[in-house]
């Protein structure tokens, strides 16, 4: 699985925690946000949650793992866009439900809030439950089929209430859209994977012109 790290400006330095939690799992990991506080321009999670959902909607990515202080603000924020299924995750059981139940393709994780002694540990564990398990196969077993066909209606009201990425990206104010898009080495990682989105990549570069 190919998955993106996503750290905005108050949890910039959570970032090392998550790649750590992350090495030795098996996926390509992409560390595409804020690495630590003070070293590249900051990013709000307004513009984190778009990222997750450019990548995403894009194919350059699988699965996202974000998050802020709380954890709720990105959430709110990657939920604004079609294609993303983003859950609010805070201890390793949250996790293992949540990959079997949801089947999501996005976390947010709390990384100030209650982030102490041994948090890097908890995302560990976090991490380690939510891919350990089959997204989508169900928990309990026999609730498969329902929580099967709920995922499938919330994707069809997704598509109905959303407009597409690439309108969306032709209507966002240049203040939201082009940090963003011109964070370094953002536009480069879509430009970069031969499976992304090519309308959604010219509608990018069109942009940030």
Excluded at 21 to 46: R, T
Aim: proline share 4%; hydrophobic share 45%.
């Amino acid at each position: 699985m190919r998955i993106a790290v996503i750290n905005e400006t108050s949890a910039a330095d959570r970032n090392a925690d998550i790649l750590g939690a992350l090495d030795g799992l098996g996926h390509d990991v992409i560390n595409a946000g804020m690495m630590k506080n003070g070293d590249s321009p900051e990013l709000s999670y307004i513009h984190t949650g778009l990222m997750s959902a450019i990548l995403l909607n894009a194919r350059t990515v699988d699965f996202v793992v974000g998050g802020c202080g709380t954890g709720q603000g990105f959430l709110i924020s990657a939920m604004q866009y079609p294609g993303v299924t983003c859950g609010h995750i805070l201890n390793p059981l949250d996790a293992w439900l949540f990959a079997q139940i949801n089947a999501g393709n996005c976390i947010s994780l709390a990384l100030n809030q209650g982030y102490g002694w041994a948090g890097q540990i908890n995302i560990r564990f976090i991490l380690e439950k939510l891919f350990s398990v089959e997204s989508g196969s169900g928990y309990p077993t026999h609730r498969r089929e329902p929580q099967k066909a709920s995922r499938l209606l919330l994707a069809d009201l997704n598509r109905i209430t959303h407009r597409t990425l690439i309108e969306i990206i032709a209507g966002l104010p240049d203040g939201i859209l082009l940090p963003a898009i011109k964070y370094p080495g953002f536009l480069t990682l879509l430009d970069s994977w031969p499976g992304t989105d090519q309308d959604i990549l010219s509608a990018l570069h069109k942009r940030a012109r």
